[in-house]
């Protein structure tokens, strides 16, 4: 049975263009990421050779980028993407995320949407 390592990359913090709102369309806002991708760290941990992991530096910092790139209208639609380009770009098995918009509704300490997504949801077929 394959290991169910985890690599977390909690609390990214990332100012984007988020919302379907004019005003939200203005300007950008503060979005939180928690970031969670699944992969063998056995050969890492038993070689000492980073390159058998997923660099969560590059991971948060490439992510950044692209959340700002992207300009999405919904959440959902920017958590689609960012994960296929975790996916991608980094190879884990499965990544879930959670994308929370910290100041859209009042009250609240964030609004936002988490998914789960792995290599075969994005498998060309």
Excluded: W
């Amino acid at each position: 049975m394959a290991a169910c390592d985890r690599i977390i990359i909690e609390g990214l913090k990332v100012n984007a263009i988020i919302g379907i709102y004019p005003h939200e369309r203005e300007f950008a806002q503060p979005l939180v990421l928690d970031i969670i991708m699944e992969h063998d760290l056995r050969p890492c941990a038993t070689s000492g050779d980073l390159n058998l992991s997923i660099n969560y530096a590059q991971v948060a910092e490439e992510v950044s980028a692209l959340v700002c790139a992207l300009k999405c209208e919904l959440l959902e639609t920017l958590a689609e993407q960012v994960c296929q380009f975790i996916l991608q770009n980094f190879k884990p098995r499965a990544v879930t995320l959670k994308i929370v918009k910290t100041q859209a509704v009042l009250n609240t300490s964030g609004v936002g949407v988490q998914i789960h997504r792995t290599q075969q949801d994005f498998q060309e077929d």
